[in-house]
């Protein structure tokens, strides 16, 4: 069995649950990248080259902002 099926799964229902909005699933796609690249299941990439930026600030109604 893969590892990384639980991270997908976990992923997919994310999508689901949030009508698809997948910037609200992003944080289990990026587990799920990194358990694949993990696994050697595809190229390992700098996270930020997918899309991904480090969580700096969090905005005063509590929303982390990417920088």
């Not at 992003?26 to 480090?54: H, I, P, T, V």
Request: hydrophobic share 25%; net charge positive.
């Amino acid at each position: 069995m893969e590892f990384h099926v639980q991270e997908k799964k976990e992923y997919v229902s994310c999508l689901k649950s949030s009508g698809h909005q997948s910037e609200r699933c992003r944080q289990f796609s990026k587990k799920y990248l990194e358990c694949r690249m993990e696994r050697n299941l595809m190229a390992k990439q700098d996270m930020s080259e997918l899309g991904f930026r480090e969580v700096k600030e969090t905005h005063s109604s509590g929303e982390k902002l990417e920088r």
